[in-house]
C-alpha cells in the first residue's frame, strides 16, 4: 500500500476518481490510540471493556470520498423529503402501513440513516433506515481524528434531542430519557446506548438503558419503577410498536404521555422498504404531482425496486442475477439474497412472503493491503433533512456485519 503522497499521482483526476484510487491504494490508518482517549474520556472504562469485547465495530482505516459525491447524495436526501411532505405521497404509504402510524406526533424522530453504495456511475441509495444505529459511535471516531470536536458533535445531538422535546412540549424541562430496546444488555451496539446514557445525563438528564418490559404506564405517565419518563430513545425494531412487550409504551404514546423517538410514523413515511417502489417509479411520481427535476433526481440516485409478486416469478427468476431481495419489513440485513446466490426453495419461499426486489448495486471496494479488500457502504445521519454526520462501514460478506477483521465504521477523508 501507498503512503498519502500517492495523492500527488492522481492529481490531474476527478474528485470521484481520486477518492476510488486513493480507496484502493493508500493507507490512512485510524489513530486507534486517540479514539480509545476519546472514548474513555466522553464515556467510562466499561464502555472500553465493551469496545475491546468488539474487535470489529471500528475499521482500521478511513474511507476517501469526493465532496460533489456527498453534495449529490445530500440533493437526493432534499428530493426524498420534498416527496415525503406531500400529502398524496403519505395518504398511499400510510395504506399499508401498521395503524399505530396513523397517530401523528409533532416530534420528527431522531437520526434516520441514508445508505449508499458507490459505484463509478454515482452513488445509489439502498434503504433508508429509522432508529440508525452507529451515529454517537461515528461522531466520536471522527472527533478522534482531530477533523471535529466532540463537544461541536456531541452538541448537535443534543440539538437534534432537545428540537424532539420542544415539538412536543415547548419549553418544559426535559428531565428524564430511557433508552429502550430489547434485551439491551445483549446487543452488540450497547457500548453506544451507553455513550448516549453519558451524554443526557452530563446535561443533567435522568436516563436509564432499558428493556421496554421494564415499562409501566400508570397515573398518565410512562415509568420505569418509580422514575417518570419524559422521553424514549427507541431503538426497537419493532417499528410499529405492537408486539405484548411494547403495550406500555405504545398506550403511554397514543396518550401523549411521553414523547417517542424515532417514532411508528417516521418509519412508516422513510423507512418501510415498499416506499422504494414509489420512489423509484416515474409514473406515480408523476401522479403524485412531483415536479420533472426531483422526479430525475430520484430515479438517478435510488436502486430501483419493486414488489416481489407471484405472478411475476418467471420474469423475477430469469433477471435474479441483476436484484437483490429484501423483506419489506426487514431491517438489519435480515433474510436478505442476492439474486445469484438463491436456491429455487429459497425463491418459493421469498414469494410466498413480502419481499422487495431492488437492482443489485455491488459496493465499491477499500483495499488493506494487496490481499485484502473491503466492501464499504456510506452513511449518512440525516434529521429535518440535514445531514449530522456521514460516516463509512467497511465489511466482506454479503452485507454489513461487523465481523470482518479490519473492518468496522470508518471515517471519511472527503476530497
Not at 498519502?4 to 470521484?16: K, N
Not at 430489547?182 to 455513550?195: A, G, N, R, V
Not at 417502489?277 to 415536479?291: A, S, W
Amino acid at each position: 500500500m501507498k503512503s498519502p503522497s500517492t495523492y500527488s499521482l492522481v492529481s490531474d483526476y476527478s474528485s470521484e476518481q481520486k477518492a476510488n484510487y486513493l480507496n484502493k491504494h493508500c493507507d490512512r490508518l485510524i489513530d486507534k490510540q486517540a479514539l480509545q482517549a476519546i472514548l474513555l474520556q466522553q464515556g467510562d472504562a466499561t464502555v472500553c471493556q465493551l469496545i475491546a469485547q468488539r474487535p470489529h465495530l471500528f475499521a482500521d482505516v478511513a474511507v476517501f470520498v469526493a465532496q460533489s459525491t456527498l453534495q449529490k447524495q445530500s440533493q437526493l436526501i432534499a428530493a426524498i423529503e420534498k416527496v415525503i411532505a406531500l400529502p398524496a405521497y403519505q395518504q398511499g404509504v400510510l395504506s399499508y402501513a401498521p395503524s399505530s402510524a396513523a397517530f401523528i406526533p409533532k416530534a420528527h424522530g431522531v437520526l434516520l440513516g441514508y445508505d449508499f453504495h458507490l459505484t463509478p456511475t454515482g452513488s445509489q441509495l439502498i434503504e433508508i433506515n429509522t432508529n440508525a444505529g452507529g451515529g454517537l459511535l461515528s461522531a466520536l471516531l471522527i472527533a478522534s481524528q482531530k477533523t471535529h470536536t466532540a463537544t461541536e458533535l456531541e452538541a448537535a445531538f443534543m440539538t437534534m434531542f432537545y428540537e424532539e422535546w420542544q415539538a412536543e412540549r415547548g419549553q418544559q424541562t426535559l428531565q428524564s430519557i430511557a433508552i429502550v430496546d430489547e434485551q439491551p444488555d445483549t446487543q452488540y451496539l450497547l457500548p453506544e446506548f451507553m455513550l448516549f446514557q453519558k451524554l443526557f445525563q452530563r446535561q443533567g438528564i435522568n436516563t436509564v438503558i432499558c428493556d421496554p418490559t421494564e415499562l409501566s404506564y400508570r397515573n398518565d405517565g410512562l415509568w420505569y419503577g418509580d422514575v417518570r419518563i419524559d422521553l424514549v430513545y427507541n431503538r426497537l425494531t419493532d417499528f410499529s410498536l405492537d408486539a405484548d412487550p411494547q403495550q406500555a409504551l405504545q398506550k403511554a404514546y397514543f396518550a401523549n404521555a411521553v414523547v417517542v423517538t424515532p417514532h411508528p410514523r417516521a418509519h412508516a413515511l422513510y423507512a418501510d422498504k415498499r416506499n422504494l417502489t414509489l420512489l423509484t417509479n416515474r409514473i406515480l411520481l408523476q401522479e403524485l404531482g412531483v415536479d420533472s427535476e426531483t422526479i430525475g433526481t430520484l430515479i438517478d440516485g435510488i436502486a430501483h425496486t419493486i414488489r416481489v409478486q407471484p405472478s411475476d416469478a418467471e420474469t423475477l427468476w430469469a433477471r435474479r442475477k441483476q436484484l437483490f431481495f429484501k423483506p419489506m419489513k426487514g431491517y438489519g440485513s435480515k433474510a436478505v439474497y442476492r439474486g445469484d446466490k438463491l436456491t429455487k426453495r429459497v425463491f418459493s419461499d421469498i414469494l410466498c412472503n413480502d419481499y422487495v426486489a431492488q437492482a443489485l448495486v455491488l459496493p465499491s471496494e477499500r483495499c488493506l493491503n494487496l490481499a485484502t479488500h473491503l466492501k464499504l457502504d456510506l452513511r449518512h445521519y440525516v434529521y429535518r433533512g440535514q445531514t449530522l454526520l456521514a460516516s463509512s462501514r467497511l465489511y466482506q460478506g454479503q452485507t454489513t456485519n461487523f465481523r470482518t477483521v479490519g473492518g468496522g465504521f470508518a471515517p471519511l477523508v472527503i476530497l
